[in-house]
């Protein structure tokens, strides 16, 4: 049996003002061809299908798409749980009514204790369990046990669900949460402060395979079957070097069988460039991905007049610009005297880009008291 | 064959910042317990299921339970379009997964093209068409014709069915909109201004059958044929002496057989009394409905300190207090300086109400001095 394990998809979600949805519907098309060419016996989405609890309208169009093709047309069951990101409510919305056609939205604890139950010739009966993404207070109260941590929480719901299994069958679990030790990126948003909502992987072990969702990077945690298939895309510059993609999980008889991370690559990537302007805009001439998402550093030690617009002329789709070059050259000046000797360097830099000439030492003085001025009366303040 | 015919839950929807979730919830109980007793062989919804396109968690879950019940248990098919309040996008999500349990959302034109045809003994073959919600521009952008009202849109749209029905079946049609000549509530939302939102029902009288949402009165309108069912529940004081439910209607072979009014009562009526603080408040202590949301028209001609408070303690539930007869007291004065001696009356109401004296004639001139000073500055403002 072979199914896809996938998660975070954030489907909706905006980068610096910026929609991701041409790119996510982009990824979600190369996803369906590989499947037609690649078929599998089922999907599973372990969590954050849309970046928010109320997402906009194009995204739930495109999800109801996705799963027109893969639940009418391909009639590959597809099992969802919520995740953070998600409203549990909203998205499962009339889902008994969508079961017999292969569509499981598994949105709170009572569904969580049914399976969903494929066969298949190679590995036999296997019972898919949704665990819907929960915190403490919420499985405190459908428990009625003192639970106070994300770890008792889903040692407990681990538990329901073990002692509820069929030795006949073998068991997948889908899970959003964060397990102890996993790599963190910077488009998570915390479950909870202060380290408080790692879970243990020891939990998880006595499953033939854990389909893990929240974290973005894919890897495995504590052992080979239990694992993150990371983000549909890039969510952050942080995952400049992360591959992004899909798991495709093999079980046979004896269980968990192999993952294979199956690469998929958004049109647009995020990627972090460093230099100085000049030679950065010679680079982008000849990159053939200057549309990326990009995070510019410029490295120059001079102000420069609007750096964003001479970027875009190259890298239409620069999304943030940092200067630490010219934080360099503050930092290495210290005290408020010096600081405002910076301040008539940044004016000198700024009057030679606009009057292609120097200041006159007349003008120098004159703009010289205007900045002590203004710094006196900041003191003031 | 006999259907449910019902529209404008609008559930969720809040009242003077009251929620009306519970007596929703009370009359679909009422709902569910009447078709256990008197089977159907389908429920039709003719839109505004919720109050807003993006409705509260609470009224989700509330109508995700009633589909539950009428799907699943019951077996009933349920068929729905979107009204003017819903998001059709957001209720139109996994449509497609969800008609083979035989719920049916039509949220799109394309999907009103494909009828959901149920089978019956005394009637044969019937085809339900759903009609979602529309406004003339979207129908232009799609049909790409030149339709700038709702008259014409909806003619249109009408013809595209009738012109793709089939001579065996009987039709039925849901629609939401404004039929010409039809009663209105005050809590409709206005489709456009002006009139223009106008339909004729001569677009309609094909069919065998036209299941209407969007009044809430219940009412037919050029034929027999042609109904509104009126709202789940009475939405403003207008409607106090609106008879509320839902219709249910028998075919035959002959197409439409007839139409009869289901009675459902909500927990709390919307009730306007009218009458003298003390007379009302003697009449609430033995009157078992006290607990009606109450608009309460007080014909006292003096001011009076906490009306509302007072009236609360018998009538809990007082969502709006109008004092008409302390208006009159004002209208039978005319001009500025008569207005000043209307301030002073009630500022003599007021402090016999509370200090239970009169006030002494040199209270009365330093009271008179003040109103007279604040009418001056304010005529400098």
């Not at 998402?293 to 001079?302: A, C, G, K, S």
Request: charged share 20%; with cysteine.
């Amino acid at each position: 049996m072979k199914f896809i394990h996938t998660s975070d998809w954030h489907l909706g979600r905006q980068f610096h003002n910026m929609s991701l949805l041409d790119d996510q519907k982009a990824v979600l098309a190369d996803f369906i061809h590989y499947l037609k060419a690649n078929p599998v016996d089922a999907v599973v989405i372990a969590g954050d299908i849309y970046d928010r609890s109320v997402p906009p309208t194009a995204a739930i169009e495109l999800m109801t798409q996705t799963l027109d093709t893969l639940c009418q047309e391909m009639q590959i069951p597809v099992i969802v749980i919520p995740g953070n990101h998600d409203g549990a409510q909203r998205l499962g919305f009339a889902a008994q009514q969508m079961k017999s056609s292969g569509l499981h939205i598994i949105s709170d604890f009572d569904a969580m204790m049914t399976p969903v139950v494929l066969h298949s010739e190679s590995a036999g009966e296997v019972a898919f369990y949704g665990m819907p993404y929960n915190d403490p207070e919420q499985v405190r109260h459908y428990s009625q046990q003192p639970i106070s941590s994300h770890d008792e929480a889903h040692q407990w719901l681990c538990q329901q669900i073990l002692s509820n299994t069929d030795s006949q069958q073998k068991n997948v679990l889908l899970s959003h949460c964060f397990v102890d030790g996993a790599m963190e990126s910077d488009s998570e948003r915390p479950l909870s402060i202060g380290g408080s909502d790692r879970v243990s992987s020891d939990h998880f072990d006595a499953f033939d395979y854990v389909a893990l969702g929240h974290l973005h990077q894919p890897q495995k945690k504590g052992a080979e079957h239990i694992r993150y298939s990371g983000s549909l895309m890039k969510y952050s510059f942080s995952e400049q070097h992360q591959k992004k993609g899909m798991t495709l999980v093999e079980m046979d008889e004896q269980g968990f069988k192999s993952a294979t991370h199956i690469d998929f690559t958004a049109p647009h990537q995020m990627r972090i460039i460093e230099g100085e302007l000049d030679t950065l805009l010679q680079v982008g001439k000849d990159d053939p991905h200057a549309d990326d998402y990009l995070l510019v550093r410029l490295t120059d030690q001079h102000a420069i007049l609007d750096p964003m617009d001479k970027l875009r002329a190259v890298y239409p789709n620069v999304l943030h610009l940092e200067k630490p070059g010219m934080l360099m050259g503050i930092e290495q000046q210290v005290g408020r005297a010096k600081l405002a000797r910076g301040e008539l360097d940044m004016f000198k830099d700024f009057f030679s880009e606009v009057q292609k000439t120097e200041l006159t030492s007349e003008q120098n003085e004159a703009i010289q008291a205007v900045i002590e001025q203004l710094n006196k009366s900041k003191g003031q303040m």
